[in-house]
Structures are given as structure tokens and as C-alpha cells.
């Protein structure tokens, strides 16, 4: 299984963008998706991430700095994980890498099954 991000650009604050993170190769099964983010000179930061089953959003995650704006979201039998960010800030610039894995404590440990190639997100003031 392959994950391609893509979505990433230039903005100003205060826009939107939405992210997209589609697997290719075979179906993917993994129940948690989400999505990293790492800023220049700064650790990478779990941001969101969520499990689902039986088609159904079981669990959610989302890091403080991003609550209430960001949105996490699975589509297209589950092989595509979008992420909706609204009211950005220039502190969200960073390159944003999605992942899946086996649980979500493995996501959010960074042990992920699966990584996407980042997509850089700039929001200028």
C-alpha cells in the first residue's frame, strides 16, 4: 500500500485548505488514519487522527492548537483520508505527512504501517 498527500500550497491566513491522502496498491484495511505535521526547526506534532469501523467514525483526535478547526475525514471505501483546515494561521505552516495503522495508539506513537510522502502547507500572514 501506497499514500499519496496531496492539497498542500500557499494560502493566507484566515483561508482554507483541505488536504487529501489517497492509498493505492490494495484496499487499505488499516482502522486509524491521520495526519502528521513538522514545521522547520520543530518536532513533528501528531495533529489529527481517527479510527473507524464498520464504515462509522469510532474515535477522533485532534491536537489543541488545531481544535475546532480542523476536520478529519475518511472516504472512498476508506482508501482516502481528507483533512479540512480552516482559519489558518501562519503557525500552522509546516510539511503534513498522513499515515495509517493497525490501532491508534500505534498512530499517534508515530509507529505507523503506512506513511504518505508530505505535502507543504505555507500560510502567510
Known amino acids: 500500500v501506497q499514500l499519496q498527500a496531496s492539497g498542500g500550497g500557499l494560502v493566507q491566513a484566515g483561508e482554507s485548505l483541505r488536504l487529501s491522502c489517497a492509498a493505492s496498491?490494495?484496499?487499505?484495511?488499516?482502522?486509524?488514519m491521520g495526519w502528521f505535521r513538522q514545521a522547520p526547526g520543530k518536532e513533528r506534532e501528531f495533529v489529527a487522527g481517527?479510527?473507524?469501523?464498520?464504515?462509522?467514525?469510532?474515535?477522533?483526535y485532534y491536537a489543541n492548537s488545531v481544535k475546532g478547526r480542523f476536520t478529519i475525514s475518511r472516504a472512498n471505501a476508506g482508501n482516502t483520508a481528507y483533512l479540512r483546515m480552516n482559519n489558518l494561521t501562519p503557525e500552522d505552516t509546516a510539511v503534513y505527512s498522513c499515515?495509517?495503522?493497525?490501532?491508534?495508539?500505534?498512530?499517534?506513537?508515530?509507529?505507523?504501517?503506512?506513511w504518505g510522502q508530505g505535502t507543504e502547507v505555507t500560510v502567510s500572514s
Open positions: 496498491g490494495r484496499t487499505l484495511s488499516t482502522s486509524a
Open positions: 481517527a479510527t473507524w469501523s464498520g464504515g462509522s467514525t469510532s474515535y477522533v
Open positions: 499515515a495509517a495503522a493497525s490501532s491508534f495508539v500505534r498512530l499517534q506513537r508515530g509507529a505507523a504501517d503506512y
